[in-house]
């Protein structure tokens, strides 16, 4: 303790560290400006989970009012609210720290600012422009499927800068607005549902398609299905068997459950009527026997 206090002194207008003097009046400024920074963070930090959650709560409870917007308008409105408070939380906390380190920020100042942060942040504005016409024209929405150039999967969130997709694998990828040029959405509209139905060629086609249809006629009621699904006919003679094709659209990213079900009923139709899918047949010849058969037939030449 006593080593401390001679390694600091402090009188009213000095603190001694050392050989070095400080003004009292530097050190109270300095611990003044870290303590006001520390409550600005804390309120930035504040805002935006209060903000956050406000905005979650608006999303939940405006299906409930007169006019509202479908989940997915609903969901990508939110992540939009969201984006824009980070980004005004962030910029007008960041000028208020700067302002308490290097002292008012004035015009001149901030234009200088203003322009080097629009050539250092040119691909930042891009991306901010690019996602306001995303969010503007409808191009997508989250919860749609879409293909952004080779990465495929539901769309997580849209902001005003990035957007985040998850492929089927689990894999969040996050695609700068900027770079988006060319989109795919495969979630507007009804979905093809298509299933392919091979039968062996001994069985009786005739009976084949009537068996097909009367499982279609009774797949209609699918909650899913929108329209069909329907025997469109033989498309494919095969090696074993032939194809027989049957057709419909469903709702949007219901397709893939809509043909797993129609195969999983197309197959329990089958079995009933005992009509054979076609699969791959061996013949095994047994050479003892033939071998046998050849020295028989050798002897009784002999005689």
């Known amino acids: 303790m006593s080593l401390l206090n001679s390694f600091i002194e402090i009188n009213d207008q000095f603190i001694s560290l050392g050989k070095f003097w400080i003004p009292v009046e530097k050190v109270h400024n300095f611990l003044s400006k870290l303590l006001t920074i520390t409550v600005i963070i804390i309120i930035m930090y504040v805002i935006v989970k209060v903000g956050t959650k406000i905005i979650d709560k608006f999303i939940k409870k405006q299906s409930k009012m007169k006019i509202s917007l479908d989940e997915k308008k609903a969901n990508t409105l939110g992540a939009l609210l969201k984006s824009i408070l980070r980004y005004t939380v962030y910029f007008f906390g960041i000028a208020s720290i700067l302002t308490q380190i290097v002292g008012p920020i004035s015009l001149t100042f901030a234009g200088i600012g203003g322009v080097a942060i629009g050539f250092a942040g040119q691909n930042f504005v891009k991306d901010i422009i690019n996602g306001f016409f995303i969010l503007f024209e409808d191009q997508f929405a989250v919860g749609d499927y879409i293909s952004i150039e080779d990465k495929a999967g539901i769309v997580d969130s849209i902001g005003l800068r990035l957007t985040k997709i998850k492929d089927f694998n689990g894999d ?20 093809r549902v298509l299933v392919d139905v091979d039968i062996a060629y001994e069985e009786d086609i005739d009976n084949a398609i009537e068996v097909l249809n009367l499982v279609c006629e009774n797949f209609k009621t699918h909650e899913n299905m929108v329209d069909g699904p329907r025997v469109i006919g033989v498309t494919a003679f095969k090696e074993s068997g032939v194809t027989i094709r049957v057709l419909g659209k469903a709702k949007s990213m219901s397709q893939w459950e809509c043909e797993n079900s129609l195969r999983r009923e197309i197959k329990k139709a089958l079995d009933i009527n005992k009509i054979e899918i076609p699969y791959p047949k061996r013949m095994f010849i047994n050479h003892s026997s033939f071998s046998n058969k050849s020295k028989g037939e050798e002897k009784i030449n002999n005689d």
């Open 172 to 191: 969040l990828h996050l695609i700068p607005n900027g770079s988006i040029n060319k989109v795919t959405n495969h979630s507007r509209g009804d979905m």
